[in-house]
Nanobody
Framework: QVQLQESGPGLVKPSQTLSLTCTVS??????????WNWIRQPPGKGLEWMAA???????YYSPSLKKRTSISRDTSKNQFTLQLSSVTPEDTALYYC????????????WGQGTQVTVSA
């Protein structure tokens, strides 16, 4: 059974950089079959895809967030991370990591989500 678990600071001050980690168990992030994604949901809004990393360390970003976002992975720890710079209160959201089969938009496993609040 694949499990994903997000971890992060919970509270971040405006203008700081948010760093989130997704730890994967029950499956390898080095697998050639999957992309690893970050998705968020601001309060009262829908899901927003943010970024993905593929089996060859190729990275993909939402155009609206590309300038502030970086995704990377550490196969030795079976983790992948998201960094979001220059955060504002509009970045307050529930942040999820999720796995998608390569070449699809179908997410088969999700983390439970971690709440991030941006506030002074």
């Amino acid at each position: 059974q694949v499990q994903l678990q997000e971890s992060g600071p919970g509270l971040v001050k405006p203008s700081q950089t948010l760093s989130l980690t997704c730890t994967v168990s029950g499956g390898s992030i080095a697998s050639n079959d999957y992309y690893w994604n970050w998705i968020r949901q601001p309060p009262g809004k829908g899901l927003e895809w943010m970024a993905a990393i593929d089996p060859y360390d190729g990275t993909y970003y939402s155009p609206s967030l590309k300038k502030r976002t970086s995704i990377s992975r550490d196969t030795s720890k079976n983790q992948f991370t998201l960094q979001l710079s220059s955060v504002t209160p509009e970045d307050t959201a529930l942040y999820y990591c999720a796995r998608a089969r390569r070449g699809t938009d179908e997410y088969d496993y999700w983390g439970q989500g971690t709440q991030v609040t941006v506030s002074a």
